[in-house]
């Protein structure tokens, strides 16, 4: 249900691609696509192993998917979605914390597997809270080769967590 791939320079769900180049200019609407199912994927292994995320709910909703704290007061979320006018506090700074929400999420079910799987890693590394994969930052405002690669790193890691789901249920 989930074709993860690659096309050229971009990481691709579904057909979305993911990530930004000068010289391949990506709509953010198509951007926002592949967010979305990124955060369907997680949300539908999450309930095909019957795991909970700790930190981040995570509100699949096709384009304009969700994102939201636990300890935030009810009905507080956060857009993984954008249309790309960033300004310097308000949806840059929602739109990066839905984003270390997706991560968050990605890195609690990646150590979840690892306690199932042992001999199963991430191929990159999570640190939610500086947004990065593989060392590289998933945050609008990084350089779009960089931001590219790092949302390829990101997709890596989600299709070895489809793979283990497949394989384990």
Same mark, same amino acid.
């Given at each position: 249900?989930?074709?993860?791939?690659?096309? +050229? @320079?971009?990481?691709?769900? /579904?057909?979305?691609?993911? &990530?930004? #180049?000068?010289?391949?200019?990506?709509?953010?609407?198509? $951007?926002?696509?592949?967010?979305?199912?990124?955060?369907?994927?997680?949300?539908?292994?999450?309930?095909?192993?019957?795991?909970?995320?700790?930190?981040?709910?995570?509100?699949?909703?096709?384009?304009?998917?969700?994102?939201?704290?636990?300890?935030?007061?009810?009905?507080?979320?956060?857009?993984?979605?954008?249309?790309?006018?960033?300004?310097?506090? +308000? @949806?840059?700074?929602?739109? /990066?914390?839905?984003?270390? &929400?997706? #991560?968050?999420?990605?890195?609690?079910?990646?150590?979840? $597997?690892?306690?199932?799987?042992?001999?199963?890693?991430?191929?990159?590394?999570?640190?939610?809270?500086?947004?990065?994969?593989?060392?590289?930052?998933?945050?609008?405002?990084?350089?779009?080769?960089?931001?590219?690669?790092?949302?390829?790193?990101?997709?890596?890691?989600?299709?070895?967590?489809?793979?283990?789901?497949?394989?384990?249920?």
């Amino acid at each position: 249900a989930f074709c993860i791939w690659y096309n +050229g @320079p971009f990481a691709e769900i /579904n057909g979305f691609r993911l &990530g930004r #180049l000068p010289q391949y200019p990506v709509e953010w609407s198509e $951007i926002s696509a592949a967010l979305g199912q990124c955060a369907l994927a997680l949300c539908v292994i999450q309930t095909r192993v019957r795991f909970s995320f700790e930190k981040y709910q995570l509100h699949s909703m096709g384009n304009f998917t969700k994102v939201s704290k636990r300890d935030d007061p009810p009905n507080t979320y956060y857009n993984l979605f954008s249309d790309g006018s960033f300004g310097i506090f +308000g @949806p840059r700074r929602n739109f /990066n914390v839905a984003l270390t &929400g997706l #991560l968050s999420c990605m890195e609690e079910l990646g150590g979840f $597997i690892a306690g199932q799987d042992p001999t199963l890693a991430l191929p990159y590394s999570i640190v939610p809270h500086d947004g990065k994969v593989g060392d590289l930052c998933v945050f609008p405002g990084t350089p779009d080769a960089t931001w590219t690669r790092a949302f390829k790193f990101l997709l890596s890691d989600l299709k070895w967590i489809v793979v283990w789901c497949t394989k384990h249920s």
